[in-house]
Antibody
Framework: EVQLVESGGGLVKPGGSLRLSCAAS????????MSWVRQAPGKGLEWVGR??????????DYAAPVSGRFTISRDDLGNMLYLQMNSLKTEDTAVYYC???????????WGQGTLVSVSS | DIVMTQTPLSSPVTLGQPASISCRSS???????????LSWLQQRPGQPPRLLIY???NRFSGVPDRFSGSGAGTDFTLKISRVEAEDVGVYYC????????FGGGTKVEIK
């Protein structure tokens, strides 16, 4: 069974930093394209960014609103995905989902999400 | 950026009746490899999203066959042949031809 478990969310002040983690199991993590998708309270889904697998160059892409502030990384040995978020803004407040693409799409499986609140 | 536009915003449906959701992209989703990377996701209340349909019309593992997808180019449709109570939620289309973008969502509720 595929499992994606996010952690690291919480309350942070504007301008602050936070690091989210996603622990993956139940599939070959090194073969997956991994992404972060967020959902502001009561709003729709917004793609944050993704990291491809090593054989695809481990290329990383970001959505424009987070480019230069957020950094995605992965640890294939530990089956972990990370999202380093710096210079946080109030508009970054959202539930952040970790997703795994294992063959059908880039978002075949989703975690339960972790809430990030940016407020003074 | 490719913009995804869904209609309607809300779809009240009688149990056992069909439902249909439309999605239009701002440019063709046909990729150079011949595939069209258009997917549909379902988000039940209080739950994370779940993949239903990929590459226009392929049902993901475990998805009931009352869900079907169709379309081409820039116009796509998700149909539920007979709505059940567990189908209540918000449905999103998503393109992955050029990075990823999601439609705004369509809420399916029971009349």
């Amino acid at each position: 069974e595929v499992q994606l478990v996010e952690s690291g969310g919480g309350l942070v002040k504007p301008g602050g930093s936070l690091r989210l983690s996603c622990a993956a199991s139940g599939f070959t993590f090194s073969n997956a394209w991994m992404s972060w998708v967020r959902q502001a309270p009561g709003k729709g889904l917004e793609w944050v960014g993704r990291i491809k697998r090593k054989i695809d160059g481990e290329t990383i892409d970001y959505a424009a609103p987070v480019s230069g502030r957020f950094t995605i990384s992965r640890d294939d040995l530990g089956n972990m995905l990370y999202l380093q978020m710096n210079s946080l803004k109030t508009e970054d407040t959202a539930v952040y989902y970790c997703t795994a693409g294992v063959g059908a799409t880039e978002v075949d499986f989703w975690g339960q999400g972790t809430l990030v609140s940016v407020s003074s | 950026d490719i913009v995804m536009t869904q209609t309607p915003l809300s779809s009240p449906v009688t149990l056992g009746q069909p439902a249909s959701i439309s999605c239009r992209s701002s440019q063709s989703l046909l990729y150079s490899d011949g595939n069209t990377y258009l997917s549909w996701l379902q988000q039940r209340p209080g739950q994370p999203p779940r993949l239903l349909i990929y590459k226009i019309s392929n049902r993901f593992s475990g998805v009931p066959d009352r869900f079907s997808g169709s379309g081409a180019g820039t116009d796509f449709t998700l149909k539920i042949s007979r709505v059940e109570a567990e189908d209540v939620g918000v449905y999103y289309c998503m393109q992955a031809t050029q990075l990823l973008t999601f439609g705004g969502g369509t809420k399916v509720e029971i009349k």
